[in-house]
């Protein structure tokens, strides 16, 4: 029997030695690479921002209900501080909810402005001056009652405009206003007219009967105001013959100046509506479709599809054969 030398399995070694090495290099070139850094960074901000709002699959769900039940723990608490006579546990218990509340939203903040594509244009935005002055007023006043700066304390009610940005009901609803924009602006113009011709009749009309009440157009406006918008408080009525007349009139034209914008909405937000589900197949339809209901796969038709009239089941086409035989 021949021994090999005993440096022959040497290659073989050194060579592993030095592809494990070469790899060991280029797993570090690929961590120090800045696209690489760069392109991480990036996954994570986006990863963050999905799970701020509510769209990441593992965490979005239960951050979007903590957030959505902080912002109503907080608005009942802004509600209950204002009473008189609470008790000083209760009192106590207050601030120390509303520092924890301040701090979780500071931190959301934070991370908000961190994974914002335009971190400006977030700060800006209607959400971004939104969550700022959820926690603005309170570190303003770092837990000093200053007199002067007490009126910033009722700017934390904005907080409740933080659950638009988790209802999506919202989202059609302002979709729904953007889409009739421009016939509203032309509407609201026509209701300014309407209010001062309005305002401009009633003062002609009771200025001798009410000097007092009616003294000048501007302050006939207020009758005005309360008339079109059928509030009615009562405070300002006419007492002249013509001007009964002429606010009963009012009042009918008054349920047009309600009307029609409401029309409007609602007409643009149904369309909103369709537009998300064009067939007609609403949210359970479509659900109903995909969990095996009623014209689903598994009923033999395509899912969504009702089976038609003319088609009969193979049992029954064959008794009609023997019947008709």
Partial sequence: MTWGPPHSVAPS???????????QEENLEEVTDP?????????????????????DPVFGRAVAFAIQALIIISVVSIAVETMKGIPAWLHRALIIEEWIVIALFSVEYVLRVYAAPRRLGYIFSFYGIVDFMSVAPTLLLMGYDVRSLRALRAFRILR???????????????????????????????????????????????RDAQPEAFSSIP??????????????YGDVYPVTVGGRIFTGIVLILALGVIAVPTGLVATALSEEVHSKHPHGAGPQ??????????????????????PRSGDAAPAESEATERRGG
């Fill in 35 to 55: 696209a690489v850094e760069s392109d991480r960074r990036s996954r994570t901000r986006r990863r963050i921002q999905a799970i701020l709002d509510g769209y």
């Fill in 160 to 206: 409740l405009f933080k659950l638009m940005r988790y209802v999506r009901a919202f989202d059609r609803l302002g979709r729904a206003v953007a889409r009739v924009s421009a016939e509203l602006i032309v509407f609201a113009g026509i209701a300014i007219v309407v209010l001062y011709l309005c305002a401009s009749a009633i003062y002609y009309l009771e």
């Fill in 13 to 23: 070694r050194s060579g592993g030695s030095g592809v494990g090495t070469q790899r």
């Fill in 285 to 306: 339809g479509a659900l109903g479709a995909s969990d095996g209901g009623e014209g689903g796969p598994e009923h033999g038709h395509p899912a969504g599809k009702p």
């Fill in 219 to 232: 302050q006939a406006m207020w009758w005005a105001i309360v008339t079109l918008t059928t509030v009615g």
